[in-house]
């Protein structure tokens, strides 16, 4: 049988993603995020050991997604090799602003460090489209793209708007992710705020709170994309907003009465209870839900993104996969919890980071 696997590798609060497919002994790669540089250098030698991958995307500009690659695009021999990247950088919002017809020109240093290591390592950028734009407004994303042994990408965020939105912020953005090209490297060190583990959940109070959507710019500007292999589909939503997601389901056809199938829903913004909503939970027939965080900074997975899950399908049997047992994860491992709302949790086997499963 055809292998189509996701590992979640440990990235702290933020996400290093591995799609592979194809058959055993000949797989393809394809690699999101790096997490923090922390994690980077931990997963150094698996990216040397496999060498080569079909794909490597850089969602969007927060720290926990993008700062593994700046140790990476500071190596003097890169680890491994990309045949194609996928990244929004200055330029390609300058370009989404002009196809939304506002010329108006802004002065933001464009030489922040990912930028330059991607020009220095001559993988190919955003190759796919003409404009080198990884958008939904780009022509080629009407369609899904295909890669090296079957894979195809549909692409779903993010939308011209949502680029140009982040032009004003981009130099401050840019500052927080230590990424401007005068800034130190990050300091490795885990930080781990004040947790609030909910005692006693109950779910239907949790899934009626209302619903308050992500609002901020780097966010928006998140890649997401269908990944699809061997009748085989999942959502790799990064930090993605919903109704953005929603938007283009829409115009991919899909309603409440006609829900996408998908073996796997990668969560946006590691479960972020501003980024699922109930209305996106509509357009999709799905039962298995993947988190990557350790918890840390912002206390994710919220559990009103999973109490809103189980409510949204209270009869199914479904799947819960988390990259890392800590609290905000582990107080779903619950047996009365887990009998009354037909679901099992995953966690990364004992000894082990991360977790690797076929979709």
Same mark, same amino acid.
């Given at each position: /049988? #055809?292998?189509?696997?996701?590992? /979640?590798?440990?990235?702290?609060?933020?996400?290093?993603? /591995?799609?592979?497919?194809?058959?055993?002994?000949?797989?393809?790669?394809?690699?999101?995020?790096?997490?923090?540089?922390?994690?980077?250098?931990?997963?150094? #030698?698996?990216?040397? !050991?496999?060498?080569?991958?079909?794909?490597?995307?850089?969602?969007?500009?927060? =720290?926990?997604?993008? @700062?593994?690659?700046? #140790?990476?695009?500071?190596?003097?021999?890169?680890?491994?090799?990309?045949?194609?990247?996928?990244?929004?950088?200055?330029?390609?919002?300058?370009?989404?602003?002009?196809?939304?017809?506002?010329? @108006?020109?802004?002065?933001?240093?464009?030489?922040?460090?990912?930028?330059?290591?991607?020009?220095?390592?001559?993988?190919?950028?955003?190759?796919?489209?003409?404009?080198?734009?990884?958008?939904?407004?780009?022509?080629?994303?009407?369609?899904?793209?295909?890669?090296?042994?079957?894979?195809?990408?549909?692409?779903?965020?993010?939308?011209?708007? $949502?680029?140009?939105?982040?032009?004003?912020?981009?130099?401050?953005?840019? =500052?927080?992710?230590?990424?401007?090209?005068?800034?130190?490297? #990050?300091?490795? $060190?885990?930080?781990?705020?004040?947790? @609030?583990?909910? *005692?006693?959940?109950?779910?239907?109070?949790?899934?009626?709170?209302?619903?308050?959507?992500?609002?901020?710019?780097?966010?928006?500007?998140?890649?997401?994309?269908?990944? @699809?292999?061997?009748?085989?589909?999942?959502? /790799?939503?990064?930090?993605?907003?919903?109704?953005?997601?929603?938007?283009?389901?829409?115009?991919? *056809?899909?309603?409440?009465?006609?829900?996408?199938?998908?073996?796997?829903?990668?969560?946006?913004?590691?479960?972020?209870? !501003?980024?699922?909503?109930?209305?996106?939970?509509?357009?999709?027939?799905?039962?298995?839900?993947?988190?990557?965080?350790?918890?840390?900074?912002?206390?994710?997975?919220?559990?009103?993104?999973?109490?809103?899950?189980?409510?949204?399908?209270?009869?199914?049997?479904?799947?819960?996969?988390?990259?890392?047992?800590?609290?905000?994860?582990? $107080?779903?491992?619950?047996?009365?919890?887990?009998?009354?709302?037909?679901?099992?949790?995953?966690?990364?086997?004992?000894?082990?980071?991360?977790?690797?499963?076929?979709?």
């Amino acid at each position: /049988m #055809p292998v189509f696997k996701l590992a /979640m590798h440990p990235a702290s609060e933020g996400d290093a993603l /591995m799609l592979s497919w194809g058959e055993e002994g000949t797989l393809h790669r394809a690699l999101i995020d790096l997490g923090r540089t922390k994690n980077y250098r931990a997963l150094k #030698p698996l990216l040397q !050991a496999i060498g080569s991958f079909e794909l490597f995307a850089i969602s969007h500009i927060d =720290a926990d997604h993008i @700062e593994g690659a700046v #140790p990476l695009f500071g190596e003097t021999t890169l680890p491994f090799t990309a045949c194609n990247v996928w990244f929004n950088a200055y330029a390609q919002l300058v370009d989404a602003r002009e196809r939304l017809r506002d010329l @108006e020109t802004l002065g933001v240093d464009q030489a922040e460090k990912v930028t330059i290591g991607i020009e220095a390592s001559d993988w190919p950028w955003n190759s796919q489209f003409a404009s080198r734009i990884v958008s939904t407004g780009s022509p080629e994303a009407a369609a899904p793209l295909p890669f090296a042994g079957g894979l195809k990408l549909t692409l779903l965020s993010p939308t011209d708007h $949502q680029l140009t939105r982040l032009l004003p912020t981009w130099a401050s953005a840019l =500052a927080e992710a230590h990424l401007r090209k005068e800034d130190k490297d #990050p300091v490795e $060190q885990a930080e781990v705020e004040g947790r @609030e583990i909910l *005692g006693g959940l109950n779910v239907e109070v949790l899934a009626a709170r209302q619903y308050s959507g992500d609002s901020t710019r780097p966010n928006g500007t998140s890649i997401a994309f269908i990944a @699809e292999f061997d009748q085989r589909r999942v959502l /790799m939503a990064a930090d993605s907003h919903a109704d953005v997601i929603e938007a283009a389901l829409e115009r991919l *056809g899909h309603s409440a009465a006609n829900p996408l199938k998908l073996d796997c829903l990668k969560v946006s913004h590691h479960g972020s209870k !501003a980024n699922t909503s109930p209305a996106l939970l509509s357009l999709i027939d799905c039962t298995r839900f993947a988190f990557s965080t350790d918890g840390s900074r912002h206390d994710h997975p919220d559990a009103e993104t999973i109490a809103r899950i189980l409510t949204h399908d209270p009869e199914r049997q479904k799947t819960l996969i988390f990259n890392f047992r800590q609290p905000n994860t582990e $107080q779903w491992d619950d047996e009365e919890l887990k009998t009354r709302w037909h679901y099992d949790c995953v966690f990364p086997a004992a000894g082990k980071e991360g977790i690797e499963f076929e979709l």
